[in-house]
């Protein structure tokens, strides 16, 4: 018998489904980032467009939109959205022979796309894939430090910098050990979580975005505020990473630092999530602008939800709460399940000084509904 949880869950999973219907075939041909003024998603495969960074068909966030079709297949079954993901899965693997664009978040790329497609279906040619990225992940690693490098050559020297974001793209070289029955793809994995367990998070359970590494000797040098309102503040994305991001270590490895290290984390996120489950870009920020980033809130809930999975039921009925109201926010004020726009959630912000704020970001979506199937139970953990 389902909980009220549960039912609200499956009720605004019906209308997901509902909506996705239709968005999934106006889309079918694309690999969306986010909507425009009409409500059309954009298409990162568009090689006739100059992109912003790292060119479209390289852009980071292009694994979400398969992503969230393989979650539908999941539950549906129907063989139409696993047809649709493999539009985009197919079109990422230009990514490889082209290269230069590539970087740290080929497991956000390939994880939700060709990691997900061979779990669910065994199909060969997806393994290969992911096979292929996880093989470039591994090639980042600085033995000196301990550490995968983010981005490639920027306007600063990154040779030396790690993000918190990363600790999400473990789950590719963690996949890639387990299928293989290679441990060199778990202990560089390992490695890095450690070195971000021991470098990136404060004893109050903030933590930090970017740290520097000289990575000729591996020593800390310093660390960067990134996209949260400044250096030694809180990043709420960052924040949802961590949480969720160490969690994905400790199912892999059954390590209790890393369970210990999620719990710190997500206890900080309770102490300073706002009445109204309303999350800001940055836990620390002022009170004005109020700007609110809705994809870091969902990140945050589904790392809620997977940590109390895995406590005792006396001892994650808070972590679930937490997750359960900031869900509830998002679909009732900040989520669009009607005809005007592709994407359902709205009010994402990317970093606090970036020049727009509140817009839709297709891994929002992803993650949002990622965390409604959580909650209800359904579904098996694709990272």
């Known amino acids: 018998m389902m909980n009220k949880n549960e039912e609200w869950a499956d009720e605004v999973l019906a209308k997901i489904r509902k909506k996705m219907e239709w ?4 889309n079918k041909e694309k ?14 495969s568009d090689l006739s467009r100059q992109w912003p960074m790292d060119d479209g068909l390289n852009w980071w966030t292009n694994g979400f939109w398969g992503g969230i079709l393989w979650l539908l297949y999941q539950e549906t079954g129907d063989q139409r959205y696993a047809d649709i993901a493999r539009v985009s899965e197919k079109k990422m693997e230009k990514c490889f022979a082209d290269f230069y664009g590539l970087h740290h978040d080929v497991g956000f ?11 669910l279906t065994g199909n060969p040619e997806a393994r290969k894939a992911a096979l292929h990225a996880a093989t470039l992940l591994a090639g980042r690693f600085n033995p000196a ?16 910098w790690a993000i918190i974001d990363c600790l999400f793209n473990l789950s590719l070289l963690y996949w890639a050990g ?25 004893p109050d ?6 740290v520097e590494f000289d990575p000729e000797t591996g020593k800390m040098l310093k660390s960067h505020g990134g996209q949260g309102y400044g250096e030694g503040s809180a990043w709420t994305r960052g924040q949802g990473w961590a949480v969720y991001g160490f969690m994905i ?13 999620a719990k710190r984390v997500a206890d900080y996120c309770l102490a300073n999530i706002p009445d109204s489950g309303i999350i800001p870009v940055d836990f620390c920020q002022p009170p004005e602008p109020a700007w609110e980033d809705s994809c870091g809130a969902c990140v945050i809930a589904g790392g809620l939800l997977e940590l109390a999975k895995h406590l005792p039921e006396e001892k994650n009925a808070r972590y679930r709460q937490a997750a359960v109201k900031i869900l509830k926010a998002i679909a009732d004020s900040r989520a669009d399940f009607g005809q005007g726009c592709d994407a359902i959630v709205r009010n994402c912000s990317a970093a606090y000084y970036a020049p727009e704020h509140h817009f839709t970001m ?19 953990l694709l990272w």
């Open 145 to 160: 430090g301990n550490f995968i490098r983010a981005w490639n050559d920027l306007e600063e020297d990154t040779r030396g």
């Open 249 to 261: 270590s400790y199912i892999h490895t059954g390590k209790q630092e890393y369970l210990d290290t």
């Open 205 to 210: 359970g903030s933590v930090c975005h970017i």
């Open 31 to 44: 690999i969306p980032y986010r909507t425009d003024e009409n409500g059309d998603y954009d298409d990162r």
């Open 362 to 380: 297709s891994y929002a979506d992803y993650y949002f509904i990622e965390a409604m199937y959580k909650l209800k139970g359904a579904g098996k």
């Open 109 to 119: 790329m390939f994880v939700p796309t060709a990691v997900a497609d061979y779990k």
């Open 178 to 202: 387990e299928e293989t029955k290679d441990p060199r793809f778990r202990h560089i994995a390992m490695l890095h979580a450690d070195t971000v367990r021991e470098n990136f998070v404060r």
């Open 23 to 26: 968005v999934s075939e106006k």
